[in-house]
C-alpha cells in the first residue's frame, strides 16, 4: 500500500503550524493543503486581523518569530508603542511589518476580494507554493462563555491572559458560514486528513464545524495529533479550558472529546510517546511518537509518522 498522497491538514495556529511546516517539507503543493481555522479572527484598529492565518503564513515562510511564539520574524514596534503613547489601545501588539500585512488585507477586503484570495496574494508573494485555505469566507467568531461573561477570542486569549474560567464557547456566523468551494472540491478526491496538534475547542472546532465538513470527510481516513503531552498543553490554553470544562487533562481525554463529540471523525490518534503507558487505554488505533516539535527535524519526523500512520490503518 502506498502513501496517501493527497492530504488536508486542519490547523489553527502556532501549534498546528510546527506539524505544518513539517508536512510542507514531506508533501508537494499538489498534495497538501492547510484548512485553517477563522475563529480567531477580529477586526481592530480598523484592521481585519487573522491570527491563525498569519501564524501559519510566518511558520511556512520561514519568517515567524521564534521568541514571541507568534508573529513576524524581525519584529519592530514603533507603531504600536507610538499608538499607545498617544492614549491609543496598545494590548494587541501589531509589529510594524505584521501591520503591513494587515493593511494589504484589509484594503483587499475593502475592495471586494474575499478573505482566500487575500490570503493567496499574502502567501505567494511570501513565496509559499501550498494552499492555505480559510476554512470559510465568511466571518465564523469565537466567543469565550467564561465567569468574566462571553468574551471575544482575541479579548479572552490576548487582553485577559486567558485568566477567566471558561464553561463554554460560541461560533458566531457559524450557522451562515459555507464551507470553502476550494476546500470542498479538494476533499472530493482527498485520500486522507490529519488534525494537527491545535486546541480542540477553539482552533479545530470551529473548523470541523462548518456545515457539510463533517459530512464530507466521514469517508476519509482522518487522524488527529494531540496536543496535551504529559497533562501539558504542547501551546496555549487547551489544559486549561479542559480542567475548566471538566475533562481530564490527557491525550486520552482529548480523543475521548472528538470521539464523543464528532462520533464519525477520527479513524486514528497520536500521542506523545511520553504518554505510551494509556495506549491501552484508547479505543481507536493510537500510536505514541515524539511530538514535542522543538526543531526542523522533529516537525518533519512527526509529518513522517503521521504518513507511516495512514500506511498502518490502511493495512
Ligand atoms: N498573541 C499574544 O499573546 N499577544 C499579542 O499581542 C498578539 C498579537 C498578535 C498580532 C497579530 C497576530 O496575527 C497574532 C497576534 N498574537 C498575539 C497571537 C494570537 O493572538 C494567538 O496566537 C492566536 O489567536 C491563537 O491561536
Known sequence: ???????????????????AVGLAQLLGPDELMFAVNVGDDFIHLGLHISPDI???????AGQN??????????????????LGSLGGDDWFRLGD????????????????????????EVTQRMGIAHRVIPISDDPIRTVVQSTQGDLMFQHYFVRERCEPAVHGFRFEGMANAVLNP???????????????????????A???EVAGFL??????????VAPIVGGIALKGPAAKMMQELDIPTTALGVAEHYQHKYPHLLNGFVIDSTDADSLPDFNLPTIATQSVMSSLQDRIALAEACLDFFD???A
Open 97 to 120: 511589518k505584521d501591520m503591513a500585512l494587515h493593511m494589504r488585507r484589509s484594503l483587499m477586503l475593502q475592495n471586494g476580494a474575499s478573505l482566500s484570495a487575500a490570503t493567496q
Open 312 to 314: 498502518q490503518l490502511a
Open 54 to 60: 498569519d501564524s501559519l503564513t510566518y511558520a511556512l
Open 65 to 82: 518569530n521564534q521568541e514571541l511564539g507568534w508573529g513576524r520574524a524581525g519584529e519592530t514596534w514603533q507603531f504600536i508603542e507610538t
Open 182 to 204: 476550494t476546500i470542498a472540491a479538494y476533499l472530493a478526491d482527498c485520500d486522507a486528513i490529519i488534525i494537527c496538534p491545535s486546541n480542540p475547542f477553539v482552533s479545530v
Open 215 to 224: 459530512a464530507a470527510t466521514e469517508q476519509i481516513p482522518t487522524i488527529a
Open 206 to 208: 470551529p473548523v470541523i
Open 1 to 19: 500500500m502506498s502513501r496517501p498522497r493527497k492530504i488536508l491538514a486542519v490547523t489553527g495556529g502556532v501549534g498546528g503550524a510546527k506539524l
